[in-house]
């Protein structure tokens, strides 16, 4: 998953600045990352939202570099890397989230092709992807881990429908994906029928690391620093404020330890090479990573004090008064209640302590 809500401090400094492309809701059209317009996006309730997408290609694109056929690689990387081709996630149903073993989407082999019968939600962004890719269940028989398949589908596909879900910052996200009889080439199985399981845990691993976003919460503690330095608290800037130093502080003494440890983890995992294994240690970065995530949006409200009342000034007529509420304010709320999704995705904190306990601690 991701977030529409700070596209305004998205930097390209790790994409290639031709491949940066971006989903303008006003125009309806992907476009170069130049079309952003500063001070507006990223902000949800008023003027347009822009999105930049592009982790979730990067999540399946290492899963089809290691599990995929010559074919698939030559097919999808390219248009992945340049971005585009967008995609979304097709793993969590209901009933299925945690225990996502227990998905219940079938495909069953006609011939050269699965007929896809089921319900995905959840889905980021599904309605701007060009691709979903899929855990679908090929044997009913086996033990469930072992019956579960890796498809990639063309969300073009007829059969299958895209209806969005209401977020409670009033975001349109995320998605349920609902596939009737959706026909998808065997050629889109990627590595063998039923041993999807293992790539999945492979992504899900890859996808925890991200869930860091460590740059991310780099940028929004400048931002605080930034707007604590404006904002006046008992006759002073509130940065000068002992109590509120202390919790920044905390916080930053938290993010360099979690870039340690990330550092930490990608130098082993670069020693290791792509075993095509997950590396437990992701479910640490991702329960510091969104705890620091969430501190810092929680920090950001305190900030703006009454500020942060959702209130959009130029969506309310009745006054005639330039307001007084600071334009970077109303998005501070909505990015708030935003952010509670972080411990969820991705496989909920109390998932990510169950794996720690078992397979980092050996409990
Ligand atoms: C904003 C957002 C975006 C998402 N995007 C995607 C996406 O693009 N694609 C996708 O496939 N999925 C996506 N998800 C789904 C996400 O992965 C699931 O929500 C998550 O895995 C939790 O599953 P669940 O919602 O079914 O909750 P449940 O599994 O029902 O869990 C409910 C609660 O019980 C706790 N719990 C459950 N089992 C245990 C246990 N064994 N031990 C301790 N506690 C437990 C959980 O921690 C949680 O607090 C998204 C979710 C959100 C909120």
Known sequence: MSSATETDNVTASNVHPNSLRVYNTLTKQKEPFETLIPGKVGIYLCGPTVYKEA????????VIYTFGSEE??????????NLDDWWCQGFSEPGAGSDLASLKTRAVREGDHYVVNG??????????????????RTDTEAKKQEGISFLLIDIKTPGIEVRPIV????????????????????????????????????????????IARIGMSKQRIARIRELAGKEMSSGRPLIEDERFREKLAAIEIDLKALELTQLRVVAADAKRGNTGRPDPASSILKIKGSEIQQATTHLLMEVMGPYAVPYIPEHDDRW?????????????APNYFNFRKVSIYGGSNEIQ????AKAVLGL
Not at 119 to 136: E, G, M, N, P, S
Not at 353 to 356: P, V
Request: a negative charge.
């Open 320 to 332: 005639n008064e330039p307001s007084e509420v600071p334009d970077y304010a109303p998005s501070a």
């Open 167 to 210: 977020t409670i910052d009033g975001g349109r996200e995320i998605n349920e994906v609902f596939l009737t009889d959706v026909k998808v080439p065997v050629e889109n199985l990627v590595g063998q029928e039923n041993k999807g399981w293992d790539y999945a845990k492979f992504l899900l691993g890859n996808e925890r690391t991200n």
């Open 119 to 136: 319900q995905k939600t959840w889905t980021t962004l599904a309605q701007y992807a060009d691709w979903i890719f899929c855990l679908v």
């Open 353 to 356: 302590k169950n794996i720690i």
């Open 72 to 81: 698939q690689k030559k097919r999808f990387l390219p248009r992945i890397a």
């Open 55 to 62: 982790h979730i290609g990067h999540m399946v694109g290492p």
